[in-house]
């Protein structure tokens, strides 16, 4: 049953991408709006979207929730469609999709393409794009990524990435693989945001705690390496823009375990910042405070 469901889904992917490219770019990002509020009145985890935001934000009422809601899956719709486009991008064609950069000077004083760093964001608007207008100014990077359980799926994804210029490192090849991308001056890209488990450390996020990936901390550690936090941002409905935050320096004569958990905190707590400015352009769809604190690494 799983081998048909996946085989499906392949299908469903491979016939819209068909389709999207036969259509002119503004028409195909307002057919993708327009799929995303489908998505939205047919229920599709519209109740964990709800319940996510009703969290985040326990002073909205629920036709705040709603509202923001509704613009979320519209804002997806909008950005599975340039992700579709977003295959053997020109120079030209990501330049007119980026309106603009805010914070430039932090991305200098971690040294440009000249030294290594790493990159926390989160799904926030078109991460995809934001790896690509890396790529395209020089930047070599490689993104942490689990697995989608589609393998079909998962290739396309894949060729995707590779095609706008960077690679992906899989959670399950260990750390010698980043680490040696570091020493060699690349960029390490996590999207740090999704439920960790047990493995991860629970961190304060909206004000519950949030089972966190310690990946980032723990490489930079490592490393020494700063940790860059950077969020693509939307900018109506066509374009976007980039946002960088001042540089989190690893803690070195810390203890390993205060050092890990400064350091995540500190990406946290930026990932909030901009997700509160701009709530409509954050991922809701997936179940953020699952694991209980208990159950984390270190709970009690």
């Known amino acids: 049953m799983t081998r048909v469901r996946h085989l499906l889904e392949w299908i469903l992917l491979a016939t819209a991408r068909r389709a999207i490219r036969c259509l002119p770019r503004r028409a195909a990002l ?9 998505a939205y009145r047919f229920g599709i985890r519209r109740r964990v979207v709800l319940s996510n935001l009703a969290l985040a934000f326990p002073e909205w009422t629920a036709t705040q929730c709603r509202r923001v809601a509704r613009r979320m899956y519209q804002n997806t719709g909008r950005t599975f469609v340039e992700c579709l486009l977003l295959v053997s991008p020109s120079p030209d064609q990501i330049d007119r999709m980026v309106e603009g950069v805010e914070g430039r000077e932090f991305l200098e004083w971690v040294g440009g393409v000249q ?17 690509a207008y890396f790529a395209r100014h020089g930047f070599r990077l490689k993104v942490i990524a689990k697995p989608l359980h589609n393998p079909r799926v998962e290739a396309a994804l894949l060729a995707m990435r590779q095609s706008c210029g960077y690679e992906v490192l899989y ?4 750390l010698k693989p980043g680490l040696r991308h570091l020493r060699d001056g690349g960029v390490l890209v996590f999207l740090a945001d999704q439920d ?26 490592l490393a020494r390496v700063p940790i860059l936090p950077v969020f693509a941002l939307r900018v109506g409905k066509t374009r976007h823009r980039f946002r960088f935050f001042p540089p989190i320096e690893p803690p070195l004569s810390e203890k390993r375990e205060v050092a890990l958990e400064r350091l995540t905190y500190a990406h946290v707590e930026v990932l909030e910042h901009i997700v509160r400015k701009y709530p409509e352009q954050y991922f809701w769809f997936h179940r953020r405070w699952k694991t209980p604190p208990q159950k984390t690494r270190g709970g009690k």
């Not at 030294?115 to 790896?131: A, Q, R, S, Y």
């Not at 959670?171 to 260990?174: A, S, V, W």
């Not at 705690?209 to 930079?220: D, E, H, I, Q, R």
């Open 196 to 221: 960790a488990r047990r493995a991860g450390i629970a961190v304060p996020f909206f004000g519950a705690p949030a089972s966190t990936a310690l990946g980032p901390a723990v490489f930079a550690l």
């Open 171 to 174: 959670t399950g090849e260990g």
């Open 30 to 38: 307002a057919l993708g709006a327009v799929t995303g509020e489908i």
């Open 115 to 131: 030294k290594p760093f790493i990159v926390v964001t989160g799904h926030v608007d078109n991460w995809e794009l934001m790896g």
